[in-house]
């Protein structure tokens, strides 16, 4: 009879792994980050367990959108106050803040549930090339 192995904390082994998204579409890179922020790709990855990787995104304020969305995609807020309905455009966003759109992006992507707040702290994103993790020798991924 086989007994079936099941993921415990201390079998968690961590990497650390650097993307430039410089000139890339933005889904592309947010779909390659939220899989490694879930684990998707490890052998020992289970639902409830958080087995996922450490993502550092440099260049977040040179990400792309295809076939005109940067001056069509809206996003959107309420404050839930009468009236309290806000809206603003991706170009703004990017220039307001150059990580907030990868940062919503691979936020909408993990699962609601329980292990989204820990997978997105091992998310640093920085809008030019300069991080200070060259200590944890990232894995750079090309996408």
Not at 122 to 135: F, K, M, Q
């Amino acid at each position: 009879m086989q007994n079936t192995k099941w993921t415990k904390k201390e079998d968690i082994k961590r990497e650390w792994y650097i993307i430039d998204a410089k000139d890339r579409i933005l889904g592309h890179v947010a779909t390659k980050v939220a899989s490694l922020l879930i684990g998707k790709g490890k052998v020992n990855q289970s639902p409830n367990m958080d087995c996922g990787d450490h993502v550092v995104i440099i260049n977040s304020a040179h990400i792309k959108l295809t076939r005109n969305k940067e001056v069509k995609k809206m996003y959107y807020s309420h404050t839930t106050y009468p009236g309290g309905f806000k809206e603003i455009r991706f170009d703004k966003l990017l220039a307001k803040d150059p990580t907030a759109p990868i940062r919503k992006a691979i936020d909408k992507m993990l699962p609601k549930n329980k292990l989204r707040d820990g997978m997105l702290k091992r998310l640093y994103v920085y809008s030019d090339a300069n991080h200070g993790h060259e200590a944890q020798t990232p894995k750079p991924i090309n996408l």
